[in-house]
């Protein structure tokens, strides 16, 4: 997994890069379908509820009781199945946050970077966050594809 940043006005883009063993199709339903999502955003926090309405203008969020949070936002743009573009609100916060997600298909799997501007201040939080749950991403898929292969 590989992290940079690079200041854009006031905010920074956060990108992080992820490669994952899975076909992009899959990849993409991981990203885009609400029993995608279950397998791997915040699987440590069993109550969470998630929306996702993977088209222009759609609602997205994820939210858990027991982890004391909830992100919101909408589907800006879709280009299936390569781009993913939402914004990003934390229900504590007023301020939004753009995020693209860009898959490309590669020799043996799905290429996953996210784009995430955001206030210069939640950078390291962010990362550590992006990294996390695109480490779950990973893991879940390359499990379910190892799994399939097996039978």
Avoid at 67 to 94: I, K
């Amino acid at each position: 997994m590989t992290t940079n940043h690079t200041p854009v006005d006031d905010f920074t883009e956060l990108v992080v890069h992820q490669q994952v063993a899975a076909p992009i199709a899959d990849v993409w339903a991981a990203w885009t379908t609400v029993e995608g999502l279950v397998r791997w955003w915040w699987p440590h926090w069993p109550d969470t509820i998630y929306e996702m309405e993977a088209i222009s203008g759609g609602r997205w969020s994820a939210r858990s009781e027991e982890g004391q949070t909830g992100v919101e936002g909408e589907v800006v743009s879709v280009d299936e199945p390569h781009v993913l573009e939402l914004t990003w609100r934390w229900d504590s916060e007023d301020s939004e946050d753009a995020v693209r997600v860009e898959l490309a298909e590669i020799d043996g799997g799905t290429s996953v970077t996210v784009r995430h501007r955001t206030p210069s201040s939640g950078q390291d939080d962010y990362r550590q966050g992006w990294e996390f749950v695109l480490g779950n991403l990973q893991a879940a898929l390359e499990a379910e594809a190892g799994a399939e292969a097996a039978t």
